[in-house]
C-alpha cells in the first residue's frame, strides 16, 4: 500500500548531538513537508520542498536542516543549534502545493 | 499577522452531534481544511471547503463563509472514536497551510 513511512517513531538525543529523522514516501508526491507539533500549538513548518534538489524554509527553519536528493525521501536534521528540538516531528507530502496533506506516523524526539 | 482560533475542548455525549467552529484572518485564501487526529498519531484529512456552503460525507459535515471568515465541523452521531483532536487549516494566498492549535473533542459514554 503507498504512505508515508517515518523512523524512528521515538528517539532520545543528548544535548549536543544531531540527529535524523527519516521520511520516505511511495505515493508518487511531488511536494513533501516537514511539521513540529508541540502542545498548545498549531503545526509549524520547518521545511518543505516542491521539486527534488530544491527546497525551502518554513516559518522555524533555524537549527535544521534537509536534503531532497530522490522524488521519495525528505530526511530532517535537527541540529545542536536548535535550542528547544523536544518535539513531535510530522512529514508530510500532497500531490501539489494546493492539495491534501498526507501525513507519516511522526517521530517523537527528547532531548536528555 | 494570520490567525486561526478554535476552542481549545469541547466535550459531548454518545450519540450527539457536536459542532466545533473555526475562525481564521489570512492573506488570502485558498481553501479551508480539517483534518482528525488521535493522540499520539498523525492526522488524517476529513475535507476540504474551498466555496462557500455545506459538505456533507457520511457522519461528519463542514461549513465555510468566507465573508464571515469562519467554518465549522459537525459531527454527528457520536461514537467514542470520534474521541480525537480537531485541526482546522486555512492555506493563504502563497498556499501556505496555517494551522489552528486544535479542538480536544472529548466524548462521554
Known amino acids: ?3 508515508i513511512t517515518q523512523s524512528p517513531k521515538y528517539l532520545f538525543r543528548k544535548e549536543g548531538q544531531n540527529v535524523t529523522l527519516s521520511c520516505e514516501q511511495n505515493l508518487n508526491h511531488d511536494a513533501m513537508y516537514w511539521y513540529r507539533q508541540d502542545p498548545g500549538q498549531g503545526l509549524r513548518l520547518i521545511y518543505y520542498s516542491q521539486i527534488v534538489n530544491d527546497f525551502q524554509k518554513g516559518d522555524i527553519a533555524e537549527g535544521y536542516s534537509v536534503s531532497r536528493e530522490k522524488k521519495e525521501s525528505f530526511p530532517l536534521t535537527v541540529t545542536s543549534a536548535q535550542k528547544n528540538p523536544t518535539a513531535f516531528y510530522l512529514c508530510a507530502s500532497s500531490m501539489g ?3 491534501e496533506l498526507f501525513f507519516g506516523e511522526g517521530s517523537r524526539l527528547t532531548v536528555l | 499577522g494570520q490567525n486561526i482560533d478554535q476552542p481549545t475542548e469541547m466535550t459531548a455525549t454518545e450519540g450527539a452531534i457536536v459542532q466545533i467552529n ?7 485564501f485558498n481553501g479551508l481544511f480539517w483534518y482528525q487526529q488521535h493522540a499520539g498519531e498523525a492526522p488524517t484529512f476529513l475535507s476540504y471547503n474551498v466555496l462557500d456552503g455545506l459538505e456533507e460525507k457520511g457522519r461528519f459535515s463542514s461549513f465555510l463563509s468566507r465573508s464571515k471568515g469562519y467554518s465549522y465541523l459537525l459531527l454527528k452521531e457520536l461514537q467514542m472514536k470520534d474521541s480525537a ?3 482546522c ?4 494566498s502563497n498556499y501556505q497551510l496555517i494551522w489552528g492549535a486544535g479542538t480536544k473533542l472529548i466524548i462521554k459514554p
Do not use: F, P
Open chain 1, 97 to 99: 502545493e494546493a492539495g
Open chain 2, 85 to 87: 483532536s480537531y485541526l
Open chain 1, 1 to 3: 500500500d503507498g504512505g
Open chain 2, 89 to 92: 487549516a486555512v492555506m493563504d
Open chain 2, 22 to 28: 473555526c475562525t481564521y484572518q489570512t492573506s488570502g
